[in-house]
């Protein structure tokens, strides 16, 4: 007997290390044969994958110390680009954590997923993978962790999710699933993490979820719920964040949601829901973030909130609530942003809000509040937001508020303050909104708003202001919307008002101001309504009576210098024009005295303008500034042309855009380049690249534009550095300023704009990651009772979105 198990123990000696190597063998052979699925560019990310010993050095492979089989595979964010099918997970037998996450694999999960008996760890998340989650899934009983977000995995959970009893985190938000959530949900026994929002499940939530007691976060916001939240859900004594926003439930919220004390983070914003807030939200003193807004929720609020040591965010608008503000908010030491808009609220601001000093966000409008704004609100340095528009208040506005050096928006409009505006209201250098309409307050406008450098809303409309317009304000360069109307202003609007070219919308009427009206977009395309009613304005605008040319009350020697300024201010566009349609040429003079031959096509010889600089001298300082256009200042090259950065003596830095001028593409550069200017010159919006100049020479003919220093969003991605910073909020910001212009080039441009080619290309950021699109060279001007066709202008497999 004893002979016999030493041949055992001898043979398995001797089996060991050949089985090892049978395995290794396998799972080599099985990994390489997925790597030539893979497109060329996937398979140089996996150079690392040769020879037959994954355990020696393979890119995100590791292996157990003992059997050296595999035992974990993480290949996040580098870029792969296929499918699962080629994978033999069989051949995987030790595997316990599969990380695929953040590529470009597409096609379905597949079925034999489920040969990995021993994985506990599996992250497919952020790819494109599409159908079913399969059945097979419920075979990996030993998995404690799935992730499978951000794909577009459809139809219901399967059943057989019931059997993965070791199962802590489930992560399946950011698909498209539909139907109910599985009454066997209550199976996972171990679950403390559930996220499946952003989907369309739907139906009722069954009552078995109360049995989940080790449930942590559960997160349901953004789907197609309509029914009640089970009253079972308050047995989950465990939770500490709680997401319901964003559906269509009804009736009451869970009453004692906070009952285990340990709720951190409660959203049920934008449903349905009745009643009273939850009275055990009032002792909850672990609470973080509350969320309730947009709701139908009732009830007198002055006592149904204590103190809440760590709370950061609350959120109430959009209710039907009423009583008094508690002073207990400023006892929240943490507290950053406190919202109550829009519901039912009397009394008055209590000045114990002054010692929340954390506050960045204090937003009490359209309510029933009276009384004065607290002077005590000036400790709150950290402000960043402070409307309390539409209700009562009265008095004037403390001038201890020019302590908020933070603030970018201040909202006080249609309440009762009276009295001046504050002059210090001018050193608010941050802000970006003003405003203080339909109030009562008179007096001149301060000069000191000339200081606001960056605001870009202004609104003083509806009170009694007297006095004229300073001309100070014709320096803020970035205003977008100016809105005077309904005072008692009179003179002239100023002449520095031709510099303002940010400006979009503008309303003056109902004042006493007479004169002519400044010859700048936003007057030129302003709406009758928003110029009547004054003492005698004029200009070329459809309705206003036109400026006489010769005498009259506005022309003496003195105003008539002002017109020939307005007129050749003008002369840009005018030029432009004539540019395109050929009509005439003009001359600009470069150092060079060298005298040079007409273009065959077009017959311009040198023609530079560029507005409010001498053009001579920046036609030579982008020269020396490019060195003659040297590849070392180059920084991007396009069809039609190279972009050059150039720093300007004066410090400034610009983007030249040089056109290529090859002989056989002369007329349709040009075209490209004339389409560009004309378009440009048209345009004054923030999420547009601004256009300084143009030259147009036989030597070098080129644009001058801002410069943006992130450059385009298409290179930000291509950098695995940057786009790790580009986060999602960056994106979707991006995404709403590009809608934004296209919405202006569509709507508030005449004759409309289609640009033709968006692309991550041809959309610019600066430094805060605001966007700016760029490029015009394919844009085309609608005629809007026209349905014409026109040519396909875009890049070859993508159609730019504002093609329709």
């Known amino acids: 007997m004893s002979c016999l198990l030493l041949f055992f123990y001898v043979f398995v000696m001797i089996k060991s290390p050949h089985a090892a190597t049978k395995i290794k063998g396998r799972e080599a052979e099985s990994l390489l044969k997925w790597k030539e699925s893979f497109d060329n560019q996937s398979k140089a990310l996996l150079s690392s994958w040769i020879g037959n010993n994954p355990c020696s050095s393979w890119e995100g492979i590791t292996c157990d110390d003992d059997s050296k089989s595999i035992n974990k595979v993480n290949l996040t964010n580098i870029g792969l680009k296929g499918t699962l099918q080629s994978l033999n997970f069989s051949s995987l037998p030790k595997i316990r954590t599969l990380v695929l996450r953040n590529n470009f694999l597409y096609g379905i999960v597949p079925h034999h997923i489920g040969e990995m008996s021993s994985l506990k ?110 009253t079972e859900i308050n047995r989950l004594t465990d939770l500490k964040a709680l997401d319901l926003y964003d559906n269509n439930f009804v009736g009451h919220l869970p009453h004692n949601i906070c009952v285990g004390g340990k709720l951190e983070k409660f959203s049920a914003a934008l449903n349905q829901f009745t009643g009273l807030v939850p009275e055990s939200l009032k002792n909850c003193s672990s609470l973080k973030r509350l969320r309730l807004e947009q709701n139908q929720l009732t009830g007198n609020i002055t006592n149904s909130f204590g103190v809440y040591p760590n709370l950061d965010y609350m959120e109430l608008s959009d209710n039907n609530l009423y009583g008094q503000i508690s002073p207990n908010w400023g006892k929240c030491k943490n507290l950053t942003s406190l919202k109550i808009s829009n519901n039912n609220l009397t009394g008055s601001i209590p000045p114990e809000l002054g010692r929340a000093t954390n506050l960045h966000e204090l937003n009490l409008s359209s309510n029933h509040l009276t009384g004065k704004i607290p002077k005590e609100l000036e400790n709150l340095s950290l402000l960043i937001k402070l409307s309390l528009s539409n209700n009562h208040l009265s008095g004037e506005v403390p001038e201890q508020i020019e302590s908020l050096h933070e603030l970018t928006a201040l909202e006080l409009a249609a309440n009762n303050f009276s009295g001046f505006i504050p002059e210090k209201l001018g050193m608010l250098s941050r802000l970006l909104k003003l405003n203080l309409s339909q109030n009562k307050f008179e007096g001149n406008i301060p000069v000191e708003f000339g200081q606001l450098n960056v605001i870009e809303n202004l609104d003083l409309s509806g009170n009694s202001m007297n006095g004229t317009i300073p001309a100070m304000l014709g320096q803020l360069n970035h205003l977008e919307t100016l809105n005077l109307s309904h005072n008692n202003l009179s003179g002239t609007i100023p002449s520095s008002f031709v510099d303002m070219l940010s400006l979009t919308t503008v309303d003056v009427s109902y004042n006493q101001l007479e004169g002519p009206t400044p010859n700048i977009t936003a007057f030129g395309r302003a709406p009758i309504e928003a110029l009547t009613n004054n003492k005698g304005l004029c ?104 972009v050059y950065k150039a720093e300007l003596p004066s410090g400034q830095v610009v ?107 041809n959309v610019i950021l600066d430094l805060e990651y605001v966007a700016h699109v760029s490029d015009f060279g394919t844009s085309k001007f609608l005629n809007p009772n026209s349905s014409n066709m026109t040519s396909f202008a875009g890049t070859f497999g993508y159609a730019a979105p504002d093609k329709g």
Not at 580 to 607: D, H, M, W
Request: glycine share 6%; net charge negative; proline share 4%.
């Open 121 to 230: 760890t599996l992250d497919l998340s952020i790819n494109n993978l599409f159908g079913s989650i399969p059945l097979s899934i419920g075979n990996l009983i030993n998995l404690d962790t799935i992730n499978l977000s951000e794909n577009n995995i459809s139809g219901p959970l399967p059943f057989t999710i019931g059997n993965l009893t070791k199962l802590n985190i489930l992560y399946l938000y950011s698909n498209d699933l539909t139907g109910q959530i599985p009454p066997f949900i209550d199976n996972l026994i171990n679950l403390h993490t559930l996220y499946l929002s952003y989907n369309n499940l739907s139906e009722p939530i069954p009552f078995t979820i109360g049995n989940m007691t080790k449930l942590i976060r559960l997160s349901l916001f953004s789907n197609s719920f309509t029914k009640n939240i089970p």
């Open 539 to 642: 200009g070329n605008i459809s309705g206003l009576e036109p400026c006489s040319i010769s005498g009259g009350k506005f022309h003496n020697h003195k105003t008539n210098k002002i017109w020939v300024l307005v007129l050749s201010l003008t002369l840009g566009p005018l030029l432009l024009a004539l540019i395109v349609y050929g009509i005439s040429y003009f001359f600009c003079r470069t150092s060079s005295t060298e005298e040079y031959k007409p273009a065959q096509e077009f017959q311009i010889e040198n023609l530079f303008e560029i507005w409010s600089f001498d053009g001579k001298m920046v036609y030579e300082n982008i020269i020396e500034a490019t060195e003659d256009f040297d590849n070392k200042h180059l920084i991007g090259v396009g069809g039609h042309a190279s």
């Open 655 to 761: 983007a030249v855009k040089k056109l290529h001028l090859l002989q056989n593409e002369e007329m349709s550069n040009m075209k490209a380049f004339t389409n560009e200017i004309h378009a440009l010159t048209e345009i004054r919006h923030r999420n547009i690249v601004k256009l300084y100049g143009f030259c147009l020479h036989r030597l070098h003919s080129f644009l001058v534009y801002e410069f943006l220093e992130k450059g385009s969003v298409d290179i930000i991605l291509k950098d695995n550095e940057q786009a790790a910073e580009f986060d999602w909020n960056k994106r979707v910001n991006i995404i709403k300023d590009i809608a934004n212009a296209l919405c202006y080039l569509h709507h508030d441009c005449s004759p409309p704009i289609v640009h033709r080619d968006i692309s991550s290309k």
